[in-house]
Every structure is written in structure tokens, then in C-alpha cells.
């Protein structure tokens, strides 16, 4: 168990229809980061937040968003969603953004019909 | 920019026998290395980190890499692999930025 709680684990929606993805990082991580695993393009960066503020931005489409709360969490909006969004998606953590060491959650495996 | 090359997309093994997965980075910078481990359905795993210091690492799970600066390389090792080692393993690299780029991943497939 790294520490780092992603929900829903599975979610299941339609073309054009917008999710919300949550992420809780491990006790004390201050940074977040999110990416997007398909069979096509691999693990892709798409945006980090630290301690509230956004800090590195990927390949994150127009159509995606992301914020980080006060109290750490993270939410990764997806809207007008394309059968070309269905990927998993992670969230991970890590104490400072100092080295690139993450820790990762068990992903949120989105599947658009 | 920085890169990462896994040369195999698939390593298969028999049980015991020993094992290297490659890795191959591009940077203009110093660099921090990774190797993760995926099990199915779940999450990516550290293995091991190269920081600073010793070029020979050694992680969890009896795994150890070499980082060569002149081959520009990170590969990935066991002595002696498990079925319990069939899996997905990640190769990174950071620099500057310190956002992980990650490779292609290699599957390690472990035969009885």
C-alpha cells in the first residue's frame, strides 16, 4: 500500500460526458502529479501540482483540468470525453518535487463507450 | 528534454534463470533513475533509484542496476527471477525539472 487513495477505481460513461477523478496523496506529500496510461501512448505526464499551486503542466488536453485543495487532494476533471480518453489513470505523490521519486495509487481505469 | 528507451517490450524467462531488462536515457542534465514494477490492476511500484554516489543500486525483491554515464544506460537485473516477478517494469528518468519521464515499459514474463 503506497499511501496514495484514488477513486473511483473503475468508471464506465459516454462520448461527451465530463467525470471527476479524486486522489488522496500520502500523509505529508505536498506534491501531486497526474498521468494517463494507455496501450498507445504508454505513461504519460499530464500536470503536477505543490501545495496548492500548479507547477509543471504535460500533455494535458484543453478539455482535462486539475486542482489541488487545501487539504492536499487532488481532483483530474475530464469533459466532452472521446472514446480516445479511455485509459487508467494515476495519481502519485511525493514529499518535495526534488528528484522524481513518486509514489503511486492503483489508478482510475476509465472506460469511455 | 529527456528520454527513455526500454529496448524489449517483452522479456520472457524461465524460473531461476537470470534476467537484465535495458534501459536507455536521453538528458542534457544530470539524472536521477528509476525502475518501477506494475502488478496487474495495480499501481506502479518503486524498485529501485539511482540519486547520486554508488552507480550499482540495489532494490527491493533481490533487483539491482547499473547506471553507465558514457553508455547513457540503466539496466535492470536479477540473478535469479521468480514467477512471482512476472510483471510490468517502468524505467525513468528525471532531470531539471524532476518530472519522471517514463519508457515504454518491458514485460517480464517468467515461465515455470
Known sequence: DSGVTQTPKHLITATGQRVTLRCSPRSGDLSVYWYQQSLDQGLQFLIQYYNGEERAKGNILERFSAQQFPDLHSELNLSSLELGDSALYFCASSVADNTGELFFGEGSRLTVL | ?112
Do not use: M
Open chain 2, 1 to 112: 528534454a529527456q528520454s527513455v528507451t526500454q529496448l524489449d517490450s517483452q522479456v520472457p524467462v524461465f524460473e531461476e534463470a537470470p534476467v537484465e531488462l535495458r534501459c536507455n536515457y536521453s538528458s542534457s542534465v544530470s539524472v536521477y533513475l528509476f525502475w518501477y514494477v506494475q502488478y496487474p490492476n495495480q499501481g506502479l511500484q518503486l524498485l529501485l533509484k539511482y540519486l547520486s554516489g554508488s552507480t550499482l543500486v540495489k532494490g527491493i525483491n533481490g533487483f539491482e542496476a547499473e547506471f553507465n554515464k558514457s553508455q547513457t544506460s540503466f539496466h535492470l537485473r536479477k540473478p535469479s527471477v521468480h514467477i512471482s516477478d512476472t510483471a510490468e517494469y517502468f524505467c525513468a528518468v528525471s532531470a531539471g525539472s524532476y518530472i519522471p519521464t517514463f519508457g515504454r515499459g518491458t514485460s517480464l514474463i517468467v515461465h515455470p
